[in-house]
T-cell receptor
Framework: DTGVSQNPRHKITKRGQNVTFRCDPISEHNRLYWYRQTLGQGPEFLTYFQNEAQLEKSRLLSDRFSAERPKGSFSTLEIQRTEQGDSAMYLC???????????????FGQGTRLTVV | TQLLEQSPQFLSIQEGENLTVYCNSSSVFSSLQWYRQEPGEGPVLLVTVVTGGEVKKLKRLTFQFGDARKDSSLHITAAQPGDTGLYLCAGVELRTGTYKYIFGTGTRLKVLA
């Protein structure tokens, strides 16, 4: 397994356009997370999935943002009508959780850097 | 309001010096991770601490989890230019039952040759 894979690595888009990012987690991992990171800051939580179920969404995830994980494997994050404030690094992470109440390490992808011009 | 506060935010030191980075919170965490991130890349996991008072060593890096599982520290001995990067702590908050990782603000370390 090559780890968490994110595509594309970089995306430049015009304001108002829609963009979609893809994340392929480590194959046996059942939890998948999306984070957003702006320059000089730590990653901010956006949402996470347990298998195909989206269990939690941050208030940062406005109605222009939607995330899916249809078969409990890869996930997509779509941003509609992009704004300049959406420019950031979008990070995906996955982890394996076998037991209720136990959380294991999260492994991150290399991120997708979005620039909205 | 950041749940996890890291200090210092920036640190520039000479090669061979020692340093300590702190990660503090008022919340209790079931586990706490330390990551290092280089520009344009995702965070890379360094260590996970789980038990209050736990100390883990990774070559020249020593990680400690506070007894109450609210804080942690990272100590680097004889820093090298290769240690340069953004150091992030991240925890899973115990009280709320959520499984999301909360990140600290980060400590940007620069080690000068």
């Amino acid at each position: 397994d090559t780890g968490v894979s994110q595509n594309p690595r970089h995306k430049i888009t015009k304001r108002g356009q829609n963009v979609t990012f893809r994340c392929d987690p480590i194959s046996e991992h059942n939890r998948l997370y999306w984070y957003r990171q702006t320059l000089g800051q730590g990653p901010e939580f956006l949402t996470y999935f347990q298998n195909e179920a989206q269990l939690e969404k941050s208030r940062l995830l406005s109605d222009r943002f939607s995330a899916e994980r249809p078969k409990g494997s890869f996930s997509t994050l779509e941003i509609q009508r992009t704004e300049q404030g959406d420019s950031a690094m979008y990070l995906c992470a996955s982890s394996l959780n076998r037991f209720p109440g136990k959380n294991t390490e999260a492994f991150f992808g290399q991120g997708t850097r979005l620039t909205v011009v | 309001t950041q749940l996890l506060e890291q200090s210092p935010q920036f640190l520039s030191i000479q090669e061979g010096e020692n340093l300590t980075v702190y990660c503090n919170s008022s919340s209790v965490f079931s586990s706490l991770q330390w990551y290092r991130q280089e520009p344009g890349e995702g965070p890379v996991l360094l260590v996970t601490v789980v038990t209050g008072g736990e100390v883990k060593k990774l070559k020249r890096l020593t990680f400690q989890f506070g007894d109450a599982r609210k804080d942690s520290s990272l100590h680097i001995t004889a820093a090298q230019p290769g240690d340069t990067g953004l150091y992030l702590c991240a925890g899973v908050e115990l009280r709320t039952g959520t499984y999301k990782y909360i990140f600290g603000t980060g400590t940007r370390l620069k080690v000068l040759a």
